[in-house]
């Protein structure tokens, strides 16, 4: 039951934020905002909502290790499965952005930062509005990055029928839709991590991450199929970003974060390398099918060791 409880409350989790994202991408086309400003601010909070939603109600029911799990594993399988997904099946990577000297290390700052927050063994308040803070930043660079793009960039974007009164009640229907699956999410992926002795975290970083993840597979593969690399790319490092600042910021403001980092090292070690992979690949500009498999050869490793310590 709990079973079936978990995968209808994902399912719930998982429409109401491809809802947020569908209207979000009208509202952005209607102020023809460019694509990868969509991909790295509207469509990566909006897949991050899944995320966001159910560590703050894993933090507000006193399971942090559900919280900083969801938002550990969640990093590793956007960069290791679904940037890895988006190398494999596009036909045409070539970015016009560069996304090294704009983008690659706003995914690592935080990363950092996270690592040095955790080694007293809690994320405080403190530290919540400090990644809160980043990601306002970040933000603020994309918009003022967007005025600077060419007028051609932006012609390229087709024209949406827009409707404020069709918009707001949809936006709000799937806010619902969010936050109740978040609840029943985490209620029932605990229950199912105590009947079967599993513990939370394992539950968080494979089960739940992997669920919450699903909006950014099928946004970037969208995306990718259509040869649309830029907003693919955008869209998993601002998500990425979302994820340790807004995500684990917010559930750390609803209550603070405690963590035994020396008993999960391997899954934040596992995180730290895949951001560096990040890093190195939009450095060298090596979107290809090898960076690809490589990417999916340090999931396979995550994988392994995580199954073998249930």
């Given at each position: 039951?709990?079973?079936l409880?978990?995968?209808?409350a994902?399912?719930?989790?998982i429409w109401g934020?491809?809802l947020?994202?569908?209207?979000?991408?009208?509202?952005a086309?209607?102020f023809?905002?460019p694509?990868f400003?969509?991909?790295?601010?509207l469509?990566?909070?909006g897949?991050?909502l899944p995320e966001?939603?159910?560590?703050?109600?894993?933090?507000?029911n006193?399971k942090?290790?559900?919280s900083v799990?969801n938002?550990?594993?969640?990093n590793?399988l956007?960069?290791?499965?679904?940037?890895a997904?988006?190398?494999l099946?596009?036909?045409n990577?070539?970015p016009n952005?560069?996304?090294f000297?704009?983008?690659?290390?706003?995914a690592?700052?935080?990363?950092?930062l996270?690592?040095?927050?955790?080694?007293?063994?809690?994320?405080s308040?403190?530290?919540?509005?400090?990644?809160?803070?980043l990601?306002g930043a970040?933000l603020?660079f994309?918009?003022?990055?967007?005025?600077?793009?060419?007028?051609?960039?932006l012609e390229?974007?087709?024209?949406?029928t827009?409707s404020w009164?069709?918009?707001?009640?949809?936006?709000?229907g799937?806010?619902?839709?969010v936050?109740?699956?978040a609840h029943?999410?985490v209620?029932?992926a605990?229950?199912?991590?105590?009947?079967?002795?599993?513990?939370?975290?394992?539950?968080?970083?494979?089960?739940?991450?992997?669920g919450t993840?699903l909006p950014?597979?099928?946004?970037?593969?969208s995306?990718a199929?259509?040869?649309?690399?830029?907003?693919a790319?955008g869209n998993?490092?601002g998500?990425?970003?979302?994820?340790?600042t807004?995500?684990?910021?917010s559930a750390?403001l609803?209550?603070?974060?405690?963590?035994?980092s020396?008993?999960?090292?391997?899954?934040?070690?596992?995180?730290?390398?895949?951001t560096?992979?990040?890093v190195?690949?939009?450095?060298?500009k090596?979107y290809?099918?090898?960076a690809g498999?490589?990417l999916?050869?340090?999931?396979?490793?995550?994988?392994?060791?995580t199954?073998q310590?249930?």
């Amino acid at each position: 039951m709990d079973f079936l409880i978990f995968v209808i409350a994902m399912g719930g989790l998982i429409w109401g934020a491809d809802l947020i994202i569908h209207q979000s991408e009208r509202i952005a086309l209607k102020f023809n905002i460019p694509e990868f400003i969509i991909g790295a601010t509207l469509i990566a909070l909006g897949t991050s909502l899944p995320e966001m939603a159910a560590s703050i109600a894993a933090s507000y029911n006193g399971k942090p290790d559900i919280s900083v799990a969801n938002v550990i594993g969640s990093n590793i399988l956007n960069i290791t499965l679904v940037l890895a997904t988006v190398f494999l099946i596009a036909r045409n990577i070539n970015p016009n952005r560069d996304f090294f000297a704009k983008d690659s290390t706003w995914a690592l700052v935080p990363v950092l930062l996270f690592m040095l927050m955790i080694l007293d063994g809690v994320i405080s308040r403190f530290d919540a509005i400090l990644l809160l803070l980043l990601m306002g930043a970040y933000l603020l660079f994309l918009l003022q990055d967007a005025k600077n793009m060419p007028e051609e960039d932006l012609e390229d974007l087709d024209e949406s029928t827009f409707s404020w009164v069709k918009t707001i009640p949809v936006l709000i229907g799937a806010f619902l839709l969010v936050v109740i699956g978040a609840h029943f999410t985490v209620e029932s992926a605990s229950a199912i991590a105590k009947s079967f002795g599993i513990s939370e975290w394992v539950i968080g970083i494979v089960m739940i991450s992997l669920g919450t993840s699903l909006p950014e597979l099928v946004v970037s593969i969208s995306a990718a199929a259509k040869d649309k690399v830029d907003m693919a790319i955008g869209n998993i490092i601002g998500s990425n970003m979302a994820n340790t600042t807004v995500v684990l910021g917010s559930a750390a403001l609803t209550s603070p974060l405690s963590i035994n980092s020396s008993a999960y090292i391997f899954d934040i070690a596992t995180m730290i390398v895949a951001t560096l992979l990040l890093v190195f690949i939009t450095a060298n500009k090596l979107y290809s099918k090898s960076a690809g498999i490589s990417l999916i050869i340090i999931l396979g490793l995550f994988l392994n060791n995580t199954l073998q310590s249930m």
